[in-house]
């Protein structure tokens, strides 16, 4: 008998779920759709997204161009280096060590020629431009503009696993250094670590100039973004989907929807009234606004 009611209440409350869902939906659909359709008359996505693929595009490729020569020096520069101990009392120490480097360089300009696979929100770097240009590329795909979008948020997407590889190979070259410096020390050759330095350091100033040429966006980007931040439809999506948003969101963040989800039914049906209840009220905030600056607008015509 208990079982029976408590399945009764869980039905309600999943009855209730979808009527909340339905009275949210109709109640913000028609602002937030009519900010939406007016904010992309003022921007051209189809011109954006052409832009912006070709200087990711671009981007990406110098990366991995300058990624495998430098891989290929830092490589070529260790082997010579072991390579003369062959002949001397540390040639078996020599030849572990030739084999080691032929097998970690390898993995690493392998992982240059595949696809990124996608990352972890925590295991990625956060470039403040590069994410809000993604999230606003997400927002611009998930409004229904053209196919062009999509693409270059693909592209986009692939340039920052790219950003990473790269992020990941300069931080095995700094500790491959350390490694080196502590073994060379033993051998009375450390002098030979002043050309590895020197490609280090290059490889490293030449990261911060492709960070640097993302950031200078050009007009009609620079253009869009600053449109975009200006309205409130975006500032909401870009707190819920931006990487920035994702690293410092607190655990039970009561406007979290998989926390809102964890909780058990009893709770979630009041959880969920109490969150329409302040969406509809925001929702009604939005349209007075709006009715006062139409009503200020005809009174100073």
Same mark, same amino acid.
């Given at each position: 008998?208990? !079982? ?6 869980q ?5 209730l779920f ?7 939906? $109709?109640?913000?659909?028609?602002? *937030?759709? %009519?900010?939406i359709?007016s904010?992309? +008359?003022? =921007?051209d996505?189809?011109?954006l %997204? ?16 300058k990624?495998?020569? !430098? ?8 082997k ?10 540390? *040639?078996? #120490? ?8 032929? !097998?970690?360089?390898?993995?690493l ?7 990124t696979s996608?990352?972890?929100? !925590?295991?990625?770097?956060? $470039?403040p431009h #590069?994410?809000?240009?993604k999230? +606003?590329?997400?927002f611009?795909? /998930?409004?229904?503009?053209?196919k ?5 948020? %693909?592209? =986009? ?6 950003? /990473?590889?790269?992020?990941e190979i300069?931080?095995? =070259?700094?500790?491959r ?5 502590? /073994? ?13 330095n020197k490609? =280090?350091f ?5 990261l ?5 040429i ?13 449109l975009l931040?200006k309205t409130?439809?975006?500032?909401d ?6 990487? #920035?948003a994702?690293?410092f969101?607190?655990p ?9 989800a ?9 959880? #969920? ?5 302040i969406r509809?009220? /925001?929702?009604?905030q939005m349209?007075n606004?709006?009715?006062?600056q ?8």
């Open positions: 008998m208990h !079982t029976s009611a408590t399945r009764r209440n039905i309600s409350l999943r009855k979808v009527l909340i869902i339905a009275l949210f939906s $109709i109640a913000v659909t028609s602002h *937030s759709q %009519s900010a359709d904010l992309l +008359a003022r =921007i996505p189809q011109k %997204s052409a832009i912006v693929e070709k200087k990711v595009c671009k981007l990406e490729n110098r990366i991995i161009a990624s495998e020569k !430098t891989l290929r020096q830092l490589e070529k520069q260790e010579r280096i072991w390579e003369r101990q062959l002949e001397t009392k540390d *040639s078996l #120490l020599a030849k572990a060590k030739l084999a080691e480097i032929e !097998t970690k360089y390898k993995s300009q392998d992982q240059l020629k595949n696809p996608v990352l972890h929100n !925590t295991a990625r770097q956060y $470039i #590069l994410d809000t240009l999230t +606003a590329f997400k611009l795909d /998930q409004n229904g503009t053209t062009n979008i999509k693409d270059a948020l %693909s592209r =986009i997407e692939s340039f920052e696993g790219k950003m /990473q590889q790269a992020e300069k931080k095995f =070259i700094r500790e250094r350390e490694q080196l410096k502590y /073994q060379l020390e033993q051998l009375g050759l450390v002098k030979e670590l002043k050309k590895y490609e =280090i290059y490889y490293q100033e030449q911060k100039e492709y960070k640097s993302l950031n200078d966006s050009r007009k009609i980007e620079k253009k869009a973004i600053e931040s409130k439809v975006f500032q999506f870009l707190k819920k989907n931006s990487l #920035l994702s690293l969101r607190m039970g963040d009561p406007t979290d929807p998989s926390y809102v964890s909780l058990p039914d009893c709770k979630r049906g009041h959880k #969920l009234i109490h969150l329409f209840k509809l009220l /925001q929702a009604g349209h606004r709006n009715f006062q139409i009503f200020s607008r005809h009174n100073r015509s």
